[in-house]
């Protein structure tokens, strides 16, 4: 089964797939990437992220919630590849994470790639039907409507929480000396509330917290209509025209460098070359021979 989504919508290829209880892998592609997601019986077990989007893979999920370090993140994927291992069976075995934080992960994964690829309006989508079994620590499979009614929530809100945010990059932190009731707050501002402490970037603020984008900035639109946090907007730094002056001449005086050694390293070699050849015993014979000659 395979066709273009402009003919058939993405909830609509879902529904399709989870309706008929099939197994197999759907792939989505568009915007040149391709997500894979993986069916058992009409079920959502599994994900399988484009490599060339690192935001959307487990690893980069995980480091960013801080569980891994950048060497920590390097050297697990240095040992998937080796023993053909998932990196979550890896993080578990070696004790990274529970498996508890993995499954929670892998269900936001799912979502998050869910969510990405409703927004396509043009690409293809392909069903390739075999057997597949869920992975012990997967989680619970994933009922696709119900995905499908919180990725249309996605589409609906978040240009609203978002627009309520400075645009472009931003920070947010707690206003000092401000203490919660954790029991008198929603479940999404608590959490968002707890990985302030982690961190001022909101993107990582919502992987610690393990939600999605439209619940982060929904719990952080919350809290600070509450006046419980502030935000404000990461201004570019303006360079100092001197250090930009220093940097130029510097850059000119290594170039100059540069050409300098190029130009004696030439005249060495063109230096060996004339004595090997006016010098060399053939050479001399011939010259001999020449001056005999006169």
């Known amino acids: 089964m395979q066709g273009k989504i402009a003919d058939f919508s993405i909830p609509e290829i879902f529904q399709l797939v989870s309706s008929q209880g099939k197994s197999g892998s759907?792939?989505?592609?568009?915007?040149?990437?391709?997500?894979?997601?993986?069916?058992?019986?009409?079920?959502?077990?599994?994900?399988q992220p484009d490599r060339r989007e690192p935001r959307s893979l487990l690893g980069t999920m995980?480091?960013?919630?801080?569980f891994l370090t950048d060497s920590d993140l390097k050297r697990f994927l240095d040992a998937q590849g080796?023993?053909?291992?998932?990196?979550?069976?890896?993080?578990?075995?070696?004790?990274?994470?529970?498996?508890?934080?993995?499954?929670?992960?892998?269900a936001l994964q799912v979502r998050e790639c869910l969510f990405d690829v409703?927004?396509?309006r043009d690409g293809e989508f392909r069903f390739e039907g075999f057997a597949v079994r869920s992975s012990p620590l997967g989680g619970e499979p994933m009922r696709p409507d119900v995905l499908m009614m919180?990725?249309?929530?996605?589409?609906?809100?978040?240009?609203?929480?978002r627009g309520k945010l400075p645009p472009g990059a931003y920070r947010a932190m707690r206003r000092k000396g401000e203490k919660v009731d954790t029991s008198a707050i929603s479940p999404e501002e608590r959490a968002v509330w707890k990985a302030l402490e982690f961190s001022d970037d909101p993107d990582r603020v919502f992987r610690k917290a393990c939600i999605t984008g439209v619940e982060g900035c929904r719990g952080l639109v919350s809290l600070l209509d509450r006046g419980l946090v502030e935000v404000r907007a990461v201004v570019p730094?303006?360079?100092?025209?001197?250090?930009?002056?220093?940097?130029?001449?510097?850059?000119r005086r290594r170039h100059a460098t540069v050409l300098a050694v190029l130009w004696a390293g030439g005249a060495a070699?063109?230096?060996?070359?004339?004595?090997?050849?006016?010098?060399?015993?053939?050479?001399?014979e011939l010259f001999s021979e020449w001056t005999r000659f006169f």
Request: no cysteine; net charge negative; glycine share 10%.
């Open 269 to 284: 070699a063109a230096a060996a070359w004339l004595y090997r050849s006016l010098l060399s015993p053939s050479a001399a």
């Open 150 to 161: 919180e990725g249309m929530q996605f589409l609906d809100e978040y240009p609203l929480y």
């Open 26 to 47: 759907l792939a989505i592609s568009g915007d040149d990437r391709v997500t894979i997601f993986l069916f058992a019986e009409g079920l959502i077990v599994d994900v």
């Open 118 to 120: 409703l927004s396509l």
């Open 82 to 106: 080796g023993g053909g291992k998932k990196i979550g069976e890896l993080l578990v075995e070696k004790g990274k994470i529970s498996r508890e934080v993995l499954a929670r992960y892998l």
């Open 62 to 66: 995980l480091r960013d919630a801080g």
């Open 237 to 251: 730094e303006r360079e100092d025209p001197d250090l930009r002056i220093r940097r130029e001449f510097s850059l």
